[in-house]
């Protein structure tokens, strides 16, 4: 049953964080600005290294990316729930 409830605020959550993603309280840091920043100058140099990868070699590469992009935003999403759910679990500890 802990479960059942548990992944009904889970997806409660995920619902409310994809939902306004230009709110006024969103946290943008500099940090991650600057590694945007660094991620989109790279990606000019990593189209233009794939041309010259032979097409077997370029499908390993670019599903390698996609995992880790996949991975990457699992790690975020499970980060972020376990925020709320750590916010919650302490506000309710407080009364």
């Known amino acids: ?8 605020v889970r997806r ?13 309280s969103i946290v943008d840091t500099e940090e991650f600005q600057g ?7 790279k990606q000019g ?5 794939m041309v010259n990868v032979q097409q077997a070699e370029q499908e390993k590469i670019r599903d ?7 991975y990457s935003f699992e790690e975020c999403q ?11 679990l302490t506000l309710c500890g407080a009364g």
């Open 1 to 8: 049953m802990e479960k059942l409830v548990w992944d009904k």
């Open 12 to 24: 409660f959550l995920e619902l409310l964080r994809c939902e306004d993603i230009d709110r006024e």
């Open 35 to 41: 590694v945007k920043q660094i991620l989109e100058n």
């Open 45 to 49: 140099i990593y189209q233009q290294s």
């Open 64 to 70: 390698y990316i996609e995992t880790l992009k996949s």
């Open 78 to 88: 499970q980060a972020y729930l376990q925020g709320m759910v750590d916010c919650m």
